[in-house]
């Protein structure tokens, strides 16, 4: 079992960038790839980035490459997301999850956080 935690959510004005973190306890995250997903109010959840276990390779959705960065610290059980030039319509909630194969697919995490709040003000 692996529980994750994400924090660093907020409001921030467009433009703006916000650093989200999600630290795991339980078993150690390099055992897996992690996704960061979000859900905006009336939508379903969609894929937005995930890094492989040795952190050497990224994908993201394509509205928002070129502005976030997912990056991991294995030793400190840590995966971040770095959002910058942030758009009212990047308002969501975002999730941090684990799965064990590489995939845009939410079916193929197993184990998620509970979410943290991000609002984009225009």
């Known amino acids: 079992q692996v529980q994750l935690v994400e924090s660093g959510g907020g409001l921030v004005q467009a433009g703006g960038s916000l650093r989200l973190s999600c630290v795991a306890s339980g078993r150690t995250l390099p055992t897996y790839i992690m996704g960061w997903f979000r859900q905006a109010p009336g939508k379903e959840r969609e894929f937005v980035a995930l890094?492989?276990?040795?952190?050497?390779?990224?994908q993201y959705r394509d509205s928002v490459k070129g502005r976030f960065t997912i990056s991991r610290d294995n030793a400190k059980n840590n995966v971040y997301l770095q959002m910058n030039s942030l758009k009212p319509e990047d308002t969501a909630v975002y999730y941090c999850?684990?799965?064990?194969?590489?995939?845009?697919?939410?079916?193929?995490?197993?184990?998620w956080g509970q979410g943290t709040q991000v609002t984009v003000s225009s």
């Open positions: 999850a684990a799965s064990g194969i590489v995939s845009t697919s939410e079916d193929r995490y197993y184990f």
């Open positions: 890094i492989i276990e040795s952190g050497s390779w990224t």
